[in-house]
């Protein structure tokens, strides 16, 4: 029979793990509380499939490859948890953008004037901007952090610059 019609072991092939959310080298892991539990609700998930992974006894291949695909991600997670610095906003300095912020932005120049832009800046786990979560590490985070309501700002975004103007700093 020719191999060409015989399914191919690829135990042999290493498993791919999706790597977390990037945080550079050395910059400290900020999370907000909400961030916190996220984190561990995420670990609580994993090692429910993990468990029912390792009960499963009927293709040993696809048992072992699923094991070493959530254990790699337990271990990434398990690190993100050992390192969470917890930033409660309610501590940060009102008047000022910090982490846990919401911001609220207007353009004067550059770009579309008048847009307004409105985001929270959180921990690079719980980023997402479809909701408005961004990262710390984000350009416009970085950009805005430590400006205070009324302050100009100049932000590059993609090829736009743009003038805009802080208009309001929330911790919720």
Same mark, same amino acid.
């Given at each position: 029979m020719s191999r060409?019609?015989?399914?191919?072991?690829?135990a042999g092939e290493a498993p791919i793990i999706p +790597?977390?959310?990037?945080? !550079?080298?050395? &910059?400290?892991?900020?999370?907000?509380?909400?961030?916190?539990?996220?984190?561990?609700?995420e670990l609580e998930e994993l090692e429910a499939e993990?468990?029912?992974?390792?009960?499963n006894r009927e293709n040993e291949a696809d048992r072992t490859r699923q094991l070493t695909i959530l254990n790699g991600k337990l271990s990434a997670l398990n690190g993100r948890i050992a390192s969470a610095r917890v930033i409660? +906003?309610?501590e940060q300095t !009102?008047?000022? &953008?910090?982490?846990?912020?919401?911001?609220?932005?207007?353009?004067i120049n550059g770009g579309k004037p008048g847009t307004i832009r409105k985001f929270t800046i959180v921990g690079v786990d719980e980023a997402d901007v479809m909701q408005g979560l961004i990262g710390f590490v984000?350009?416009?985070?970085?950009?805005?952090?430590?400006?205070k309501v009324g302050q100009r700002l100049q932000l590059k975004l993609g090829r736009v610059e743009e003038e805009v103007e802080v208009m309001e700093i929330g911790y919720n």
């Open positions: 060409a019609f015989v399914k191919e072991d690829d +790597p977390r959310a990037a945080l !550079p080298a050395g &910059v400290p892991n900020y999370v907000r509380p909400q961030g916190l539990e996220k984190l561990r609700a993990r468990s029912q992974a390792e009960a409660d +906003p309610q !009102p008047d000022e &953008v910090r982490f846990g912020a919401t911001v609220k932005l207007r353009t984000a350009p416009i985070a970085q950009a805005v952090t430590g400006a």
